[in-house]
């Protein structure tokens, strides 16, 4: 099973340092979305993608936080300069082709992410 | 932000029992979708119900959806000790493909 897959499960950083995130969806999907959660929360959207085209943005997402699809395959997310608040669980999911009724978005297991 | 709220935060059951959780939201929705989340998993979908739905059935669960009220409830039978997960209820808007979620009901469930 192909599920979506996300790379590295943890990372432990320090503050200032720059950290990237790798996500591979369900490979005939071309839909991708991250989404951040914190302890206790539920995921907050940050940014979703169809091919390689950025769609959408949210405020959360500072000029910090940058993210690609070069090849409409897979996703990376970079931090730069990361801080204590940047510490989450990072999700990333995928959908399926437009065209479909409506769209269940499949997610990853997630990269925690922790800075100290 | 946060879409809206889940009640309760927290609910304790035993096997066998059934499990209700409610879902607010603040806006107008294409859809509204529940995931559970397992410790050391990620979310798994559940179930969808479309704004024009009332109620809808999968196995065990039953949604139920009022638009004019702007809540969900998510009613799990029959509980079982591996539905013990965390349960979000999320909303999809039409003019965009992103998850709203709300913030979440623990639930745990005592063999």
């Known amino acids: 099973d192909t599920g979506v897959s996300q790379d590295p499960r943890h990372k432990i950083t320090k503050r200032g340092q720059n950290v990237t995130f790798r996500c591979d969806p369900i490979s005939e999907h071309n839909r991708l979305y991250w989404y951040r959660q914190t302890l206790g929360q539920g995921p907050e959207f940050l940014t979703y993608f169809q091919n390689e085209a950025q769609l959408e943005k949210s405020r959360l997402l500072s000029d910090r936080f940058s993210a690609e699809r070069p090849k409409g395959s897979f996703s990376t997310l970079e931090i730069q300069r990361t801080e204590q608040g940047d510490s989450a669980m990072y999700l990333c999911a995928s959908s399926s082709p437009p065209g479909r009724e409506y769209n269940e978005q499949f997610f990853g297991p997630g990269t925690r992410l922790t800075v100290l | 932000s946060q879409q809206g709220e889940e009640d309760p935060q927290a609910l304790s059951i035993q096997e066998g029992e059934n499990a209700t959780m409610n879902c607010s939201y603040k806006?107008?929705?294409?859809?509204l979708q529940w995931y559970r989340q397992n410790s050391g998993r990620g979310l798994v979908h559940l179930i969808l119900i479309r704004s024009n739905e009332r109620e809808k059935h999968s196995g065990r669960l039953r949604v139920t959806l009022d638009t004019s009220k702007k809540s969900s409830s998510l009613l799990i039978t029959a509980s079982r000790a591996a539905d013990t997960a965390s349960y979000f209820c999320a909303t999809a808007s039409y003019n965009t493909d992103k998850l709203i979620f709300g913030t979440g009901t623990r639930l745990q469930v005592f063999p």
């Open positions: 806006t107008s929705i294409n859809n």
